[in-house]
């Protein structure tokens, strides 16, 4: 569900979004109703918040991508005006 999220354009309500599909998830799984509950499940099985999974994400692939040989990168860094 989170696969490639880091390069996808995400707005608070996505984001909201796909943490309320986890909440529910995890809430269906140990049969409970409690939210507190469910996100003990989450922190007891270390699944981080989707906001911060999407930030963890962002800066790995920032930083792999500004050391690539990736030739867009390079004449955007250079700032040539096509980027």
Known sequence: MLLSIEVCPTNKSDVLFLQCVIDICF??????KSKEVGH???TEFGVFLVSDII???????LVKYDLSD????????NG????
């Open 70 to 77: 990736n030739l867009l990168r390079q004449l955007c860094k």
């Open 27 to 32: 809430r269906k799984i140990f049969n409970v």
């Open 40 to 42: 003990e499940c989450e």
């Open 55 to 61: 930030d963890i994400r962002k800066r790995k692939f």
């Open 80 to 83: 040539n005006e096509m980027c």
